[in-house]
């Protein structure tokens, strides 16, 4: 009798998650804070390559309010991607090896592959943003979305229209959390044990049902921090971006054995 067939394919067995307290993130921005100043320069030239991606990205989206209002969100969506360089310094810092910009970046394009994987999943989430945004805004405006040459009052500012933002706002939460919770600790992860996409992901998903009040209050956390990003025209995310990604790396290391 032949043997019965086993299945191929399967998930690596998920590595043990700690249970932290629900301040713990504080220590990771404290942690992430000290890795960005011992390494400054290194740090904030990525920081600045992703403020000019986020420029180039309002530029060309800039026709519609509908299409920058998606455009802005997808790219905080997609930020934990973005994040091997500071992965890559450090990992380098903890190590004890040097700290250039070189050397993070020739860390970033090797391990920073694995990554493309989880973009695609992230990329997912954006497509179904960009849809979802350019619908709610085409029946708030009665299919005929405002450009921003138009004056800024009219278009946005004088609306009576309670019930769009709430609507808005509320789906882009929501899809904010999913990505949230699909990434929190999956990036770093597959940047440093080159692990599958998927066995990452429900890693990511195990963190954060072990540890819902601390994760609630890592994401409010970055919440905070790239809201005062974008309030200062994306210059404040040099800083803030090279910070959170830090910080996510020590978040990554407190979690995940």
């Keep these: 009798m032949d043997k019965p067939l086993h299945v191929t394919g399967q998930?690596?067995?998920?590595?043990?998650?700690?249970?932290?307290?629900?301040?713990?993130?504080?220590?990771?921005?404290?942690?992430?804070?000290?890795?960005?100043?011992?390494?400054?320069g290194p740090s904030i030239a990525h920081g600045l390559l992703l403020v000019m991606m986020g420029w180039l990205i309002v530029m060309f989206f800039s026709a519609q309010v509908d299409l920058l209002a998606a455009a802005v969100c997808a790219y905080a969506l997609v930020g934990p991607v973005f994040g091997a360089g500071f992965y890559e310094l450090s990992r380098l810092r903890a190590a004890g090896q040097p700290t250039s910009f070189d050397a993070s970046l020739d860390g970033a394009l090797k391990n920073g592959m694995r990554l493309a994987s989880l973009g695609l999943v992230l990329a997912a989430l954006v497509v179904v943003w960009v849809w979802l945004s350019?619908?709610?805004?085409?029946r708030a405006f009665g299919g005929v979305p405002p450009s921003l040459s138009d004056n800024l009052y009219r278009t946005i500012l004088d609306w009576n229209y309670a019930g769009f933002y709430v609507t808005y706002l509320s789906t882009?939460?929501?899809?904010?959390?999913?990505?949230?919770?699909?990434?929190a600790v999956s990036a770093p992860m597959i940047f440093d044990r080159a692990a599958g996409t998927g066995t990452a992901i429900l890693t990511s998903l195990k963190a954060v049902g072990t540890n819902p009040a601390a994760m609630a209050v890592w994401a409010v956390l970055i919440a905070l921090l790239t809201a005062v990003g974008?309030?200062?025209?994306?210059?404040?995310?040099?800083?803030?971006?090279?910070?959170?990604?830090?910080?996510?790396?020590h978040a990554y290391r407190d979690l995940v054995a």
Excluded: C, E, N
């Excluded at 200062?232 to 790396?249: D, E, K, S, Y």
């Design 134 to 138: 350019g619908l709610l805004f085409a």
């Design 11 to 40: 998930f690596a067995p998920l590595p043990r998650v700690a249970h932290v307290a629900a301040l713990r993130p504080l220590l990771w921005v404290r942690l992430g804070w000290d890795d960005l100043r011992h390494t400054p």
């Design 172 to 183: 882009g939460a929501i899809l904010a959390l999913l990505a949230f919770i699909v990434s």
């Design 230 to 249: 974008f309030a200062t025209f994306l210059l404040g995310l040099a800083v803030i971006l090279p910070w959170l990604g830090h910080a996510t790396w």
